[in-house]
């Protein structure tokens, strides 16, 4: 079994930092071929936010390009997303996400986690 948890959410102003962690079980991170970080907000559909690969390549969406860094620790088993530079229009439940292959559709992803929110103000 895989299990995907994550942690780190909260309440920040607009210019802030947060990091978000996403915790694997069952499976070592680069076991997978992909781990994903994805956002909704209310009324709208689940966002690509970015990637990483297990060669470590990342790809992250324009939205959140030069703001947000995913990262992994493998000591700990770990995925991160550095958030600097929060917008309100970050604010969103996030989650963590493996996969099979790179991709920024959602419906390619295998595994999920319960997701942390994220609540950014003005």
């Known amino acids: 079994q895989a299990q995907l948890v994550e942690s780190g959410g909260g309440l920040v102003q607009a210019g802030g930092s947060l990091r978000l962690s996403c915790q694997a079980s069952?499976?070592?991170?680069?076991?997978?071929?992909?781990m994903a970080w994805f956002r909704q907000a209310p009324g709208k559909e689940r966002e690509f936010v970015t990637a990483?690969?297990?060669?470590?390549?990342?790809n992250p969406a324009d939205s959140v390009k030069g703001r947000f860094l995913i990262s992994r620790d493998t000591a700990k088993n770990t995925v991160y997303l550095q958030m600097n530079l929060l917008k309100p229009e970050d604010t969103g439940v996030y989650y963590c996400?493996?996969?099979?292959?790179?991709?920024?559709?959602?419906?390619?992803?295998?595994?999920w986690g319960q997701g942390t929110q994220v609540t950014v103000s003005s």
């Open positions: 069952g499976r070592a991170i680069n076991n997978y071929i992909v």
């Open positions: 990483i690969t297990w060669t470590g390549n990342t």
């Open positions: 996400a493996a996969g099979p292959r790179p991709s920024s559709a959602w419906g390619e992803y295998l595994y």
